[in-house]
């Protein structure tokens, strides 16, 4: 895998939880007007506004629920399904910075899996900046001095179901079409939180809510397209990793939209996820210069031989 590639996939990554984050304000300022599952059930519903983008010529709408690995499909829609609905459902309770800094709880779980299930390689370094990033969540939650709630546990759930998510995504990128991989973000909360809602559905009253309901579910797609995306050229453990940007996100839109402060005790906590983060970038910056060079040199070689058979034939 080239260099080019990876960064893109790292840049798409950015962008996914950049519009995952602005999402979540979107889903925090309904708490109260709507039920979280009809919150959530409108990241399906909105997110077929994206399938014409992304639609190839020759593609059939029928290849969202068509898709070549049954098994993939499926553990993505459930995987999204559980997302959405235990992150609508933490924003709503938890400020956002203290469900951003459970949910960063995601690169571990993806780390995790990676190993387990794709066989990747994770150095050491990735293992002390994850095990960094969860002395920071204990910092930030202060677990056995506050009390811990459903909201909590709600981010937590969110945290292993994205990870499952960017696995699965993963172990189907030779999925046939990208109708059919990105199908499965659609259905799973559409037909998950469609049924729990049932009953306790409610017609939206004002046209604030309606416009936060769309931001929510249009940029909750938006997300999983990019993520969808990012996990096609970069390696699962390497897309986790800008999930920490999503604490600026997190600390920005809770002070300048909710009027949130943080305490002293929480700012040391997200500092500590920060420089998780920030050790992770520069390893992968640093590793991927010296692919890149190793690449350089090779492509050198390459010619100086080529010139050398060249003179070789001539000199025949």
Not at 130 to 141: P, R
Not at 204 to 228: D, E, H, I, N
Not at 233 to 252: D, F, I
Request: proline share 4%.
């Amino acid at each position: 895998m080239d260099t080019k590639t990876l960064f893109s996939g790292m840049a798409l990554a950015f962008g996914a939880y950049a519009s995952f984050s602005i999402s979540d304000a979107f889903s925090k300022l309904l708490a109260g007007q709507l039920d979280p599952f009809e919150v959530a059930f409108s990241g399906g519903l909105f997110g077929f506004l994206i399938l014409p983008f992304i639609r190839r010529p020759g593609e059939s709408y029928l290849d969202i629920v068509r898709p070549q690995l049954w098994s993939m499909w499926l553990l993505r829609a459930g995987c999204v399904f559980a997302a959405t609905a235990a992150s609508v459902e933490a924003f709503m309770l938890l400020p956002m910075p203290e469900a951003f800094s459970l949910m960063f709880l995601m690169p571990l779980f993806v780390t995790i899996l990676s190993v387990v299930l794709l066989k990747e390689k994770v150095t050491l370094w990735a293992w002390l900046a994850v095990v960094l990033g969860f002395v920071g969540v204990l910092i930030v939650l202060r677990p056995g001095f506050r009390a811990l709630h459903w909201g909590h546990l709600c981010a937590l759930i969110a945290a292993f179901a994205n990870a499952g998510s960017v696995i699965a995504y993963r172990l189907a990128d030779k999925e046939r079409t990208r109708l059919s991989l990105f199908g499965s973000s659609l259905i799973g909360p559409l037909v998950g939180n469609g049924l729990i809602m049932g009953l306790h559905a409610q017609w939206p009253a004002t046209t604030t809510a309606w416009v936060f309901l769309f931001g929510y579910g249009f940029l909750a797609a938006l997300g999983q397209l990019m993520m969808m995306m990012a996990t096609a050229r970069a390696p699962a453990n390497r897309v986790a990793l800008p999930q920490y940007s999503q604490m600026v996100w997190g600390v920005a839109l809770s002070y300048l939209v909710f009027h949130q402060p943080l305490d002293g005790w929480t700012f040391v906590g997200i500092m500590v996820l920060m420089s998780s983060g920030i050790l992770n970038w520069v390893r992968q910056r640093i590793r991927y210069e010296r692919m890149a060079m190793k690449e350089r040199m090779a492509r050198r070689k390459a010619r100086k031989a080529d010139k050398a058979g060249k003179t070789n034939q001539l000199a025949g």
